[in-house]
């Protein structure tokens, strides 16, 4: 079945520790981007990728990395200057043209 | 900053009443609209998106979309406890990005 598989579904940090989120799409989408949803909020971009090797910071980049190096996989690092990394975790992808957004299932990080 | 502002709520209506949630935005170069549904623990998923004036039905489900007013709503007719969820709404700018609103609370009670 085509879709977004964000893995792993919890993951725990420890301080002072980088840790990766997976995002991987079969839908051979071209834009992919991540998000972090706190309670209560609505979600905040944190980088978005328009196609392969190529990414922008969005709205809250700091403290976290990307890399795009397939079409399928954006991965994001929470690195160990994130203070906060607490969050809901949301990769999406979209196609070409005026395609709306769709969701992974969301990885949930938490501070050990 | 542009922003989308939405109602928290919650709203709460009776089943089989028509629900409607609002959404305003800031940009007015925004042409593109979209409504997700986000149950509790669980990633959104679209409902809606409408990028014209005027109305788009779809089920029990009618987006509108006043670009002068800058105003977009969803409407949800007969209305069931399974539609209790926080309804994003959203709004594309340039570069394909989207800009959430915080989302509104609908308690459908049976």
């Known amino acids: 079945d085509g879709g977004i598989t964000q893995s792993p579904k919890y993951l725990f940090r420890k301080e002072g520790q980088n840790v990766t989120l997976s995002c991987e799409q079969n839908?051979?989408?071209?834009?992919m981007y991540w998000y972090r949803q706190d309670p209560g909020q609505g979600l905040r971009l944190i980088y978005y990728?328009?196609?392969?090797?190529?990414?922008q910071k969005g709205d809250i980049a700091e403290g976290y990395s990307v890399s795009r190096e397939k079409k399928e996989s954006f991965p994001l690092t929470v690195t160990s200057a994130q203070k906060n990394p607490t969050a809901f975790y949301l990769c999406?992808?979209?196609?070409?043209?005026?395609?709306?957004?769709?969701f992974g299932d969301g990885t949930r990080l938490s501070i050990l | 900053q542009k922003e989308v502002e939405q109602n928290s709520g919650p709203l709460s209506v009776p089943e089989g009443a028509i629900a409607s949630l609002n959404c305003t935005y800031s940009?007015?170069?925004?042409?593109?609209f979209f409504w997700y549904r986000q149950y509790s623990g669980k990633s959104p998923e679209l409902i809606m998106f409408?990028?014209?004036?005027g109305d788009k039905e779809d089920g029990r489900f009618t987006a509108q979309l006043n670009k002068a007013s800058q105003y977009v709503s969803l409407l949800i007719r007969d209305s069931q406890p399974s539609d209790s969820a926080t309804y994003l709404c959203?709004?594309?700018?340039?570069?394909?990005?989207?800009?959430f609103g915080a989302g509104t609370i609908l308690r459908v009670k049976s």
């Open positions: 999406a992808s979209t196609g070409t043209g005026d395609q709306p957004q769709h």
């Open positions: 839908l051979n989408h071209d834009a």
């Open positions: 990728s328009q196609i392969v090797n190529d990414f």
């Open positions: 940009d007015r170069g925004s042409q593109s």
């Open positions: 409408i990028y014209s004036n």
């Open positions: 959203a709004a594309r700018e340039y570069g394909n990005k989207l800009v």
